[in-house]
């Protein structure tokens, strides 16, 4: 077949498919526009999903009347003078693809006053341009774009019902939002407001987005700062009392903008570790402020995608900042006096805030979940209750203080004594009896611990017949030409073959059905030895302890119990506690025995 050159419209019409595939891309551009243009006020507005109109309204300082014949044409922008001026990108928009994609595949009218001055507007209609009229908004700038894919029937059968594709706007707003916290954002779906989010504070910003559809208990919700190197952190984040069984709350900004990048959600997900039980995942909102010479936004046009020059830094910075900021929750049963009209011990109790917004929180591990439902019941709540239980935790917590010797389950002493295997629970729970104590532990952390001691005195080392040979991010590359010793110490032989490309010719024996693992460890870790020491054995033992789900074997699992009971603390190598203990009397009280 001869080659011939494409005509134009069909060339811009490719062109704006990578750019523009729904109203929600549409929005997407528009709002990154308007922020450029240090709008404080954004009004977006679609008609059936955006299929029929879209309107996006700012209170910018507007586009000059002489700059209105180049707002649709290719690689028109005021963003971007020199090649070097994309390694310093801080604008939202950079390409000058935006406008020029929306004008070939819908009609576009664009009306301006530039800084107060008379308004005037210039319409594209599928790549045709008019000429520039006066007439528009008294300040900033008013964009509407009529008609998306009229003439591209095939396109909008890919598009979903128009409430859906409503939706898909909103939520990009909201993310645009999240970002901008000192901005005002309001959404309209066929007339009607849908969103309203007035300017207000970083925290409070992730609040009302989250208070959309989410009921979240907002004293449940932390603020982490943290700042290292050429980079900054903020993190508005759940406590480990409120999560949810997947992923989607973890959302990621660099640089004010939305990124989809998995190290980072897997950093997010590092640093809650065991805080967590398996499957549950926290609410963060992680924003990142990186020198611009260091971020490179220019991978795809949707401008998701972001290569970090000092990702691993800023990974093992987020690892460490959640681990010693967000506190832990130490599961603990607690006995309590029991009145006639209570309900049953070990029900959750529902406790209401003051924006009405109930938490559920069992008697017996501290922990509250992450779905709510209101209750139907007329039966009043005591107004005392949360000054009650304050004043029994502080005596509680005073008269622990006093008998800590006396109830140290770990106390020397103790170890002498024998202990009654009695079952395991829920394929969890390892159930033994020891004097007047009952003890619940956690078979998978309980036999990762004694795994992660094992390991640490293991030194078979393997020579590699054929290395393992892997890439690394430029900071990753620098650390392991310094620290080399670190790995080596361990087992592990590290060599630079060239560029940012390196092999591992020994690893310890118990390492090579997990070598994946490992690579990918180090491929992130910049850290001091005793993080790496530490990292390296909680994976291998992580990996080869008995799971959840599990059923032990009576002689496994009393062998198991005799190694815990000799620990001088009961804690995983993630740092969590995994036995959980119950007296005689606390369990006497709760049947009221007492």
Known sequence: MKIQKLDPLVAQRIAAGEVIDRPASVIRELLDNALDAGSQTIIASVT??????????????????EDLPLLCESHATSKVR???????????????????????????????????????????NNGNKHDVLPGGPREGTTVTVRGLFKELPARRQFLKRPSTEATMCRHVLQEKALAFPDRSFRFLSDGKIRLDLPATSKKQRVLDVLAINQNIVPSEMLELYDTAGRFSLYAVCSSPALY?????????????????????????????????????????????DVDPTLVDFNIHPTKREVKLRNKAEIHHQVVSMISTQVKRTIPRIVAKELQEEETPLLTPHPTYTQDTTPSFKH????????????????KPIDPEWFQKAKEILEADSM?????????????????QETFTYLGQAFN??????KGDDLFLVDQHAAHERILFDQVRTKTNIQNLMIPLSFEVERDVDTYLQQNLDIYLNLGIKLERSDDLIWEVHTLPSLYRAIDKEIIEFIQTMTGDSEEVEKGLYAIVACHAAIK????????????????????????CPH?????????????MKAVQRT
């Open 428 to 433: 969890l729970f390892l159930i033994a009896q």
């Open 48 to 65: 059936e999903g955006g299929l029929e109109e879209i309107k996006l309204i700012d209170d910018g300082e507007g586009i000059a009347t």
């Open 244 to 288: 949810r069984s997947d992923r989607s709350h973890i959302k990621i900004f660099v640089n004010s903008r939305p990124v989809e990048e998995y190290a980072l959600v897997q950093a997010v997900t590092y640093g809650y570790g065991e805080m967590l039980h398996g499957g549950a995942f926290p609410y963060c909102y992680l924003f990142i």
């Open 399 to 415: 008269q622990a203080s006093r008998t800590t010797e006396k109830e140290n389950i770990w106390e020397k002493q103790s170890e």
């Open 548 to 571: 959840a789900g599990d059923t032990v074997d009576r002689m496994v699992a009393i062998n198991l119990l005799e190694k815990v009971f000799t620990l001088e603390e009961p804690v």
């Open 575 to 587: 740092g969590r506690t995994f036995v959980i203990r119950l007296h005689k009397d606390e369990l």
């Open 82 to 124: 020199s090649l070097d001026d994309l390694y310093h990108i801080q604008s939202m928009g950079f390409r000058g693809e935006a406008l020029y994609s929306i004008a070939a595949v819908s009609e576009i009218t664009i009306a301006s006053s530039f800084k107060g001055e008379d308004a005037f507007q210039i319409t594209v």
């Open 363 to 378: 008697s017996f591990s501290g922990e509250s979940h992450h779905t709510y439902q209101k209750p139907q019941t007329n």
